[in-house]
């Protein structure tokens, strides 16, 4: 039989993301037979007290996802169990071993503070809860440089082989992050083309329009660039521009991931000025109300960025020549997480661009997570008409599955954690970051903090509801490009 212990079970990760996805697998029938799930956290709850808030932050999350099934509910919390403990005391994590049978494989994920998990894997090699069948899954911030990350994760590792450690960055479970290993490697149309002779720059951007509100206390300390570069935006970038994979095997895929890492360009302070940018959102006004200004939350002025952008370089065959523009950011114009692909413009162009016969717009194709999945193709198309000289439009094809041409409705958007529960429970963890990928990511991005505080390179700011600095717009229109979202 198979168990699940949520450590920190009964906190915020737990209520927002993991109880509801699990809702949603139970709904699917895609839990594991008989799987065991207990939730292991300090506070003094009873079992009904933990499954009556359980089923409010659940039932909230399917209603809004537009399926709640009470049948469902009813066999998700059959499973549920809740046990007050202190996860530090092999002692106290005897009650969790007397629930489970002998035999059961153990998944446990820490949703908790990361200062606990060294403490937290001792106490469970203690008391018996490390062996060869137990897995374990931790969650972001691992650490806030390199130095950081290693000592949590030797921590960690102290119980736990490289095998049976899960880190997640929930970016891979998106389903059109995946998606983009399936564009790219099952189909021959775009292979060929994935290259510096076809393609002029690659663009990433992770756009919030939300602020950081009262995370400020952790967000302070880390910053955008610790925040989401080091993690889903390299993530994302690794999954453009990594080579083919000879399977989807773990180390396979994670493999060619890490040959990115270790191909990305070091940003020294000299570069820093022209190829990076840090900003922090002043007051404004975004999607129609006042928004605060980061200082204004924080309470008090701080030097922590809540914007970066970066144009980066990943020095090898496929990719010289190629920049990389990457940009994230609080209070941004919109919520909105894109990749854009930009191909060059055709080499000479029959349709000249002074005779009114049409602009050429060069194809780009969009793979787009948020707030719509989709992937679309712009390509050019004559206008139709009797005009005496050729019209030209770019026309926006979307390759998505509501176009699939069977008018089946799309599926349900799932909580990414669904995938990456699953897989980790089946020992699967070809979407999950290893030991050495999340160390050349903190590798390059130490880089680019030290770059910053050795450099000239200040904090810009820029009003809420809108894209950012300015010389984040100039880091494109210097040469004669621009974002994909531009406007103000
Ligand atoms: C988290 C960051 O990892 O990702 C948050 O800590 C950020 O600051 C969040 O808001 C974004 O995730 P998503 O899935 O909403 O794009």
């Known amino acids: 039989m198979a168990a699940l212990v949520l450590f920190g079970g009964g906190g915020d990760l737990a209520m927002r993301m993991l109880l509801p996805s699990l ?131 030797e921590a960690v590792r102290r119980a736990f082989p490289e095998e049976r450690v899960f880190r997640i960055d929930h970016y891979l479970g998106k389903e059109t992050v995946q998606n983009l290993i399936a564009l790219r490697f099952g189909n021959t149309i775009f292979e060929p083309l994935w290259n510096n002779l076809t393609i002029d720059h690659v663009q990433i951007t992770i756009g919030e329009s ?79 109300a006042p928004a605060a200004s980061y200082s204004e939350e924080r309470g008090q002025p701080s030097d922590t960025e809540t914007f970066v952008a970066i144009r980066a370089n990943i020095d090898n065959w496929r990719w010289a020549g190629v920049p990389f523009f990457m940009r994230t950011g609080k209070r941004l114009k919109e919520k909105r997480t894109e990749i854009v692909i930009q191909f060059k413009a055709v080499p000479h162009s029959i349709f000249g661009r002074d005779d009114n016969s049409g602009d050429i717009s060069d194809n780009r194709l969009v793979i787009e997570l948020q707030p719509d999945e989709d992937i679309s193709l712009t390509v050019m198309n004559k206008r139709p008409g009797l005009d005496l000289r050729m019209q030209l439009q770019p026309i926006r094809m979307s390759l998505s599955w509501g176009m699939n041409g069977k008018g089946e409705a799309a599926p349900r958007r799932r909580i990414a954690y669904e995938r990456l529960l699953l897989d980790a429970m089946a020992g699967d963890s070809t979407l999950f970051v290893r030991r050495d990928e999340a160390e050349k990511a903190w590798e390059w991005v130490d880089d680019v903090s030290r770059a910053w505080a050795e450099s000239a390179v200040r904090l810009e700011p820029y009003a809420a509801g809108t894209w950012g600095p300015v010389s984040a717009r100039k880091l494109l229109t210097d040469t004669d490009r621009a974002w994909n979202k531009n406007d103000v």
């Open 23 to 153: 809702y949603f697998l139970e709904r699917d029938s895609l839990l594991p037979d008989g799987l065991k799930i207990i939730a292991a956290a300090r506070s003094e709850e009873t079992v009904p007290e933990f499954v009556a808030r359980t089923r409010e932050a659940v039932e909230t999350r399917a209603r809004a996802d537009g399926g709640w099934d009470p049948a469902s509910w009813d066999r998700l919390a059959a499973r549920l169990d809740y046990l007050a403990v202190d996860a530090t005391d092999a002692d106290s994590l005897q009650a969790v071993k007397d629930r489970l049978d002998g035999d059961d494989d153990l998944t446990a994920f820490l949703a908790v503070s990361p200062s606990l998990f060294g403490h937290i894997v001792d106490a469970m090699a203690a008391a018996g809860l490390a062996g060869p069948r137990s897995r374990i899954v931790i969650e972001k911030p691992v650490g806030r440089d390199l130095d950081s990350f290693l000592e949590i994760d």
């Open 210 to 288: 939300f602020g950081v509100g009262d995370r400020w206390p952790y967000y302070d300390e880390y910053g955008a660039l610790r925040d989401m570069v080091q993690n889903h935006m390299l993530q994302l970038l690794c999954l453009v521009a990594m080579e083919p994979p000879s399977d989807l095997d773990p180390d396979s895929v994670r493999n060619e991931k890490v040959k990115v890492l270790r191909s990305l360009r070091p940003i020294t302070p000299e570069a820093a000025e022209k190829v990076t940018v840090r900003g922090q959102y002043i007051a404004g006004t975004v999607e129609g």
